[in-house]
């Protein structure tokens, strides 16, 4: 299967120790500025339908803004109750200073 390169964002434009929401392609994304590297994930929890890029990142778990449950940022996966279902997480790449998410 073919990468599907998006460009959806400047890496200055992603602020460090944060959350950027984002909507390309059809899709609501969250950028995480972690240690110098992005993550992406899809913005909208999967436990309530709030957006991520509302919610507090701490190290690579963003807390959802309604219930406070928590996901790795790095692969999605639920980390604290009362979320169960992980939410889906994106390769990124950078390149010239831009931020490229795969959402193939």
């Known amino acids: 299967m073919a990468?599907?390169?998006t460009d959806v964002s400047a890496f200055d434009d992603v602020p460090e120790e944060d959350v950027l929401g984002v909507e390309t392609a059809g899709k609501d994304v969250a950028l995480y500025n972690v240690e110098g590297?992005?993550?992406a994930t899809?913005?909208?929890?999967?436990?309530?339908?709030?957006r991520?890029?509302?919610?507090?990142?701490?190290?690579f778990e963003i807390e959802c803004p309604l219930h406070q449950?928590?996901?790795?940022?790095r692969d999605g996966?639920?980390?604290?109750q009362p979320?169960?279902?992980a939410v889906r997480s994106y390769p990124v790449k950078i390149e010239n200073g831009?931020?490229?998410?795969?959402?193939g």
């Open 3 to 5: 990468n599907n390169w």
């Open 37 to 39: 590297q992005v993550y």
């Open 42 to 50: 899809d913005n909208i929890c999967t436990h309530g339908h709030a």
């Open 52 to 59: 991520l890029c509302d919610g507090f990142l701490e190290g």
């Open 69 to 73: 449950g928590k996901f790795d940022i």
């Open 77 to 80: 996966r639920p980390t604290c």
């Open 83 to 85: 979320v169960t279902e």
């Open 98 to 103: 831009r931020v490229f998410v795969d959402l």
